[in-house]
């Protein structure tokens, strides 16, 4: 009864966990629309968000609510690569979604799983089974059919959803082939990433233009909000 009991908790934390995980996923996506509909500057964006979530996690390591580990350089470098594709992927797809809708760029992220086993023959991890392959290519049929019948067509968003795509599959297998985040746990992970990605973002905010006008485009909204409120 007792091991009846266990597998049925599994089963249940199996399914919350999926649930929540979709949930989130689509959730992002509808806020980061929402938010890219008001503000264009997607780099920015970024940028920031890479900055708050550094800050939040060495702060809730400081204060002993996380339990990641310090700062190692030797880390650092060993996962630099793997940050790079990792903020190349975020980058492009924020990019994507001012032109695509939410229906085709979710659809579009779904060619991730054929990219990855395509790379994968190439790379020698081998051929999968019939039925994965078959499931994969399903997939990917339906995202073209979804594609023919885009009457709101955006070639840059296309193109942008497209890069995207391959990023995450270049790290996605990066990942596989290197085992550089082997040891680290996730929150780990989202810290050297934020961390390593903060130079480089800084870098393209100004050289593209972006800074300083994003943020005083930034604090103007923030100001007509605080003004009607009053």
């Known amino acids: 009864m007792e091991i009846r009991a266990d597998a049925d908790t599994s089963s249940f934390s199996s ?3 999926a649930v929540s995980y979709g949930f989130t996923s689509m ?14 500057y997607s780099m920015t964006l970024l940028t ?8 939040l996690i ?12 310090e700062l190692d350089m030797t880390t650092a470098k060993r996962l630099l690569p793997l940050s790079i594709f990792y903020n190349a992927n975020v980058a492009f797809a924020l990019a994507s979604l ?7 760029y979710i659809a579009i992220k779904r060619l991730t799983p054929l990219a990855v086993l395509v790379a994968g023959c190439f790379s020698g991890k081998g051929k999968p089974t019939t039925q994965v392959a078959l499931s994969v290519i399903l997939t990917a049929a339906g995202v073209l059919i979804a594609a023919l019948g885009d009457f709101s067509f955006d070639l840059f968003g296309y193109s942008m959803a497209f890069v995207s795509v391959f990023f995450q599959t270049m790290y996605l297998v990066l990942v596989e082939k290197s085992g550089a985040e082997d040891g680290l746990s996730s929150l780990e992970i989202m810290f050297y990433n934020s961390f390593l990605s ?3 973002l800084m870098f393209l905010i100004v050289a593209t233009g972006e ?3 994003s943020l005083s485009v930034l604090f103007a909204k923030e100001l007509l909000k605080a003004s009607v409120i009053v």
């Not at 001012?98 to 085709?104: E, H, L, Q």
Request: aromatic content about 14%; charged content about 10%; glycine content about 6%.
């Open 58 to 69: 060495h702060f809730g390591r400081k204060t002993g609510y996380t339990k990641a580990r």
């Open 198 to 200: 903060l130079p480089f």
């Open 15 to 17: 399914l919350f966990a």
């Open 98 to 104: 001012k032109g695509v809708n939410i229906p085709m």
């Open 211 to 213: 800074f300083p006008n």
């Open 27 to 40: 959730a992002m996506v509808f806020i980061n629309k929402a938010v890219l509909m008001q503000y264009a």
């Open 48 to 55: 920031l968000q890479q900055l708050v979530t550094t800050l």
